[in-house]
T-cell receptor
Framework: DGGITQSPKYLFRKEGQNVTLSCEQNLNHDAMYWYRQDPGQGLRLIYYSQIVNDFQKGDIAEGYSVSREKKESFPLTVTSAQKNPTAFYLC??????????FGQGTRLTVV | GNSVTQMEGPVTLSEEAFLTINCTYTATGYPSLFWYVQYPGEGLQLLLKATKADDKGSNKGFEATYRKETTSFHLEKGSVQVSDSAVYFCALPSPFGNEKLTFGTGTRLTIIP
């Protein structure tokens, strides 16, 4: 089945530690996205990529980094510079003017 | 750029009640419009979409009509069920080939038996 897979489902980060969230899709979509969702809030765009080896900052990119070395993969690193990383992270992919497909999300908690 | 304004929540209804969640948009041209649903602890799923003006999207008893005259895409359901409790998001793409999707703030719906 085609789809988009995020891992892990739950992730715990210690203060000052970098962590990487995985996002893989087998839908052959060109565009991929990372969103952050805080409790009771909407979605905020962190980074997006329209093509391999290229990506753009979204609205809240500070403290995050991404790479797009393969069409299928768009990992997100939450760096120690992100002061409030506890949130629900959603990855999505999309092909041109069609709808976006979302993964099941990763819940990141700082301990 | 394109934007959406979504009805503030939360919304609480009794089972079998009629549901409307308002969504209005500002857009260049006539982009596709989407409604997504998010169940607790999960990602977003596409609920329905409309690709051009006057189109009606429908799925699982939900409907929304793309109305260019009122720049609206309101979500409706005639008889809600407890299982419809979720957060609903209206969305549209950015203009001019930019691949970003813009989402509304989300409306939390709770259905009580």
């Amino acid at each position: 089945d085609g789809g988009i897979t995020q891992s892990p489902k739950y992730l715990f980060r210690k203060e000052g530690q970098n962590v990487t969230l995985s996002c893989e899709q087998n839908l052959n979509h060109d565009a991929m996205y990372w969103y952050r969702q805080d409790p009771g809030q909407g979605l905020r765009l962190i980074y997006y990529s329209q093509i391999v080896n290229d990506f753009q900052k979204g609205d809240i990119a500070e403290g995050y980094s991404v790479s797009r070395e393969k069409k299928e993969s768009f990992p997100l690193t939450v760096t120690s510079a992100q002061k409030n990383p506890t949130a629900f992270y959603l990855c999505a992919s999309r092909h041109r003017n069609t709808e976006a497909f979302f993964g099941q999300g990763t819940r990141l908690t700082v301990v | 750029g394109n934007s959406v304004t979504q009805m503030e929540g939360p919304v609480t209804l009794s089972e079998e009640a009629f549901l409307t969640i308002n969504c209005t948009y500002t857009a260049t041209g006539y982009p596709s419009l989407f409604w997504y649903v998010q169940y607790p602890g999960e990602g977003l799923q596409l609920l329905l979409k409309a690709t051009k003006a006057d189109d009606k999207g429908s799925n699982k008893g939900f409907e929304a009509t793309y109305r260019k005259e009122t720049t609206s895409f309101h979500l409706e359901k005639g008889s809600v069920q407890v299982s419809d409790s979720a957060v609903y998001f209206c969305a549209l793409p950015s203009p001019f080939g930019n691949e970003k999707l813009t989402f509304g703030t989300g409306t939390r719906l709770t259905i009580i038996p």
